[in-house]
């Protein structure tokens, strides 16, 4: 894969003026780092992505990593807004803990002409082990 058609902030640029609703309630999801194969999302903890029970709700897991694989698919591109979820697969496999920003890590395993296959690892806080993983098929339209 090619370096980095999009630097972090020319994504936050482009992302902010095209799809600025990922980034309501106060700029919660920050960029830390994007290189054309990867990138690390921070979500800030909110007491609103809890579900019953205090752990970190699924569509707030499945929202992030569907960004993130937004994000790395971008800075692999270009600005290409209409590129879309095809699919998307998660596992959820431990609790998010409460209080704990939401870490996604984001790779693309294969970039085609049309389409693009990568995996997002989510981790709570600074914990090891990740909470969910996430594969995900993204089309790309003609530009």
């Known amino acids: 894969m090619a370096e980095a058609k999009m630097s972090v902030a020319e994504l936050e640029a482009f992302l902010h003026a095209e799809f600025p609703q990922a980034f309501t309630q106060g700029g919660d999801i920050t960029i830390e780092h994007a ?11 909110h007491d609103r992505m809890l579900r019953p029970g205090g752990t970190v709700s699924g569509p707030t897991l499945m929202a992030l990593a569907d960004f993130a ?8 591109i270009g600005p290409v807004g209409l590129a879309v979820t095809t699919n998307l697969n998660i596992n959820f496999l431990r609790k998010g803990a409460p209080g704990q920003d939401v870490l996604a890590e984001a790779r693309l395993l294969k970039l085609g002409k049309r389409l693009a296959v990568g995996e997002v690892t989510l981790l709570s806080g600074g914990e090891p082990d990740p909470i969910a993983h996430v594969t995900a098929t993204y089309s790309i339209p003609n530009t």
């Open 35 to 45: 290189d054309g194969k990867s990138c690390r999302l921070r979500q800030r903890f």
């Open 69 to 76: 694989m937004y994000v790395v698919l971008l800075s692999a």
